[in-house]
């Protein structure tokens, strides 16, 4: 008897033993996926963590379909980190698979459902679900059961599908499809014939009347002599030659030419790596060796640099002595954005040594970096990615590199697994016994105090690079400007002057509000009706472009009312603004200046980050006006003046972390004003210009708002001193989740010795027409984090094992930040 134990890319928290043969058992190794029936008629892609001779005692092994990879494509340390990770974050190892692989790689099992030929239908017999089905099946051929559920706003639809199999009316095909396909590039070569100068002779009197082809023909042979004998690609002759792929298609009937095909990377880099040498000034030469150093003797460095003191060099100097030594770099960024700039530095440097993986990259190309590191290739040395970039397979990772390590998109919200990807960095180094170097201008207070604890290094630089000058700061009370009428609709007199002069002198402006969209709300003056969305218990905002009220949370969206929903009146006004806004008062402000504008809104599709980004470093925009992706990293030598809207909307957040967080944002966000030469100008609107954080920013003073916030938070026991889980719990029946979440917070309160706040109703307390309920639990640091999660997890199943409440979704966030 022989067994295989796999994983299973769903939410559970155990895994499986299927049975193999002798012959299989040799032949598989851990690491390696295999097809296997689940259920009555599912089949998934699972991953083989362990080979056995144990006969598992509560069910009868069934057999595996077929194995699908020749060699694994997961390794060892990789499948630890997903351990521990389901085990930290308290999730189903499922969870950590399905969100780690791309989804390329999982194997598609998709059950089709098509309706049988030939057979008669009283629709009168039929339910209203079964009716819903049949119909939609009249509008398209074939339907997957992920659409069933969408079309019966339901998760049980089988007892339905298995109704209508039973009656003869549906019947169900199994379907298995492997995604991934390898690019492949048309190339085209001269038939043989032509080879001789006789034949080339023979070649031009046969051509000689068709201008076109002949044309085509000369455009090769200029291509084929300029590329030193490469390959001629279809696409670059048609693109050179100006003519139609359909003349290279006829000559190609006419035996002309040849195509043939050659696989491509779908993620190539082209460019040679610099070979001048990069100078550090004094300032980062200290801070280097200071790293190197620290790293001697520490896992972890934090390396705390004011904004535009040149963090990137240090770490690109750092990079090549991994390099030397044959190791593999990762390099974490907060944000997709911030990818566009640093690859082009780095390719700049290292040429075609660095692979990206990210969200906006297809699946195609997720996989092709995926294998390139596996491979421990040449082209794939150093990864730069967002948080997603951690699962990859490295097999000689060497130093890993988080970048604006204070960024609160390293955690992931949802879907589980809700993991920081800093933390959990942090411990795929270990497995590695590699360095991990954390990078910030404004770090997260947890790191700030672990190294005042000395469990990690910290070296800091308090100069901007070429001792260029911190910006000044100007506050503009909001409240007098507004009593003595010195605003035009949300710019006050100071903000306007001053774009005006930056303008005047050729410089770039950056205007910073975290919100998108034209306006939060749409407010009726006559009865104050606000209109809010049908699913969600929050107000629609508005967006003139599109002339459309749209929910944020999850999408619903109306067109702009002419009257109230309400009272029919049609005195309606916008409340508050957001960047599509800003960007309307700009354009009546300064007609004759180009504004853009960066956030969700604008950067949709692959290369939306790229297009906005090259065209303000080509100065191709005046006003960039955006959310907090322009807060982060970028690097911009010509915006001379930066202005914050309204500093006020970030600070009043029902979070422990709004102070900090506000700091964080403003600072950065202060930080991309000048960065060459000249002094640059900061200037902060807001409604209270003697609050502390604006104080503290204003005064670059980072060790202040250190030690009040965790003055704060050792009273109100939050971390770095408490660690936190939040339980959320969700339900479309508002009394039947009361009633649950009450016992589980009674139940956790009697079996925890340790703060249980809730059951709360968060500021938002419906999403998607399911209530919601938190339950807070605090954990001191010096007990122990796992025989608690043991007792939680328990009392969890306990509450999963009541009938009534194991509807309710239980969702778990470790470490909440």
Known sequence: MYFVEVILPLALAKTFTYSVSEAEYDYIQKGMRIAVPFGKSKIYTALVIDLHQNKPALYEAKEIHQILDEKPIVTEN????????????????????????????????????????????DESQLTDEEFLIYQALQQQSSLRIQDVIGILNKKSVFPVIQKLIDKGILILQEEIQESYKPKLVRYIRLHPKYDSDQGLNNLLSTLKNANKQKEIVLAYFQLSASEKKQPVAVKQLTEVSGVSSGIVKALIDKEVFEDYLIQEDRVSFTGESDSNQLQLSEAQQKAFEEVKASLLEKEVCLLHGVTSSGKTEIYIKLIEDYL??????????????????????????????VAVFHSKYNNNERVEVWSQVLQNSEKAQIVIGARS???????????????????????????????????????????????????SATP?????????????????????????????????????????????????????????????????????????????????????????????DVSLTYHKHKNQLRCHYCGYSIAKPTNCHSCSSIDLTTKGFGTEQIQQELIQLFPDSKIGRMDQDTTRGKFGFERIIDSFKNREIDIMVGTQMLAKGLDFDNVSLVGIMNADNMLYHPDFRAFERSFQTMTQVAGRSGRSEKQGKVIIQTYNPNHNTIQQVTNNDYAGMYKEQLYDRRIYMYPPYFRIIKITLKHRDFDKLKEGSMWLYQVLNQNLNIPVLGPEEPGINRIRNEFIRTIMIKIPQNLSINNIKKTIQKILNSFDAVPQYRVIKVALNVDFY
């Open 324 to 353: 030397v030594q044959g190791k593999q770099v990762l390099y974490l960024l907060p944000e997709i954005a911030l990818t566009t700039q640093l690859v082009t530095r780095l390719q700049a440097h290292f040429g075609n040594k």
């Open 78 to 121: 990789q499948i630890r980190h997903w351990q521990w990770i389901a085990d930290y974050y308290m999730c189903a190892i499922g969870d950590v698979y399905r969100g780690a692989m791309p989804t390329a790689l999982l194997l598609e099992n998709e059950t089709l459902i098509t309706q049988k030929s030939g057979v008669f239908v």
């Open 389 to 439: 970039a951690l699962f990859l397979p490295f097999s000689n990772l060497g130093f890993v590199i988080v970048d604006e390590e204070h960024e609160q998109t390293f955690k992931q919200t949802d879907p589980a697994p809700r993991y920081h990807a800093r933390d959990a960095s942090i411990v795929l180094a270990s497995f590695f016994k590699a360095k991990v170097l954390l990078g």
């Open 444 to 536: 997260s207070i947890e790191s700030y105090y672990n190294t005042v604890t000395a469990k990690y290094g910290l070296v800091q630089i308090s100069k901007r690079y070429g001792n260029v000058m911190m910006p000044e700061i100007e506050l503009v009370d909001l409240k007098d400007k507004y009593f003595r009428k010195r605003m035009t609709g949300h710019f006050s007199d100071v903000m306007i002057d001053a774009i005006a002069v930056a303008l005047s002198l050729g410089e770039q402006v950056i205007l910073f509000q975290n919100r998108r969209g034209y306006s939060p709300l749409l407010e009726c003056m006559t009865c104050g009706h606000v209109p809010q969305c049908r699913q969600c």
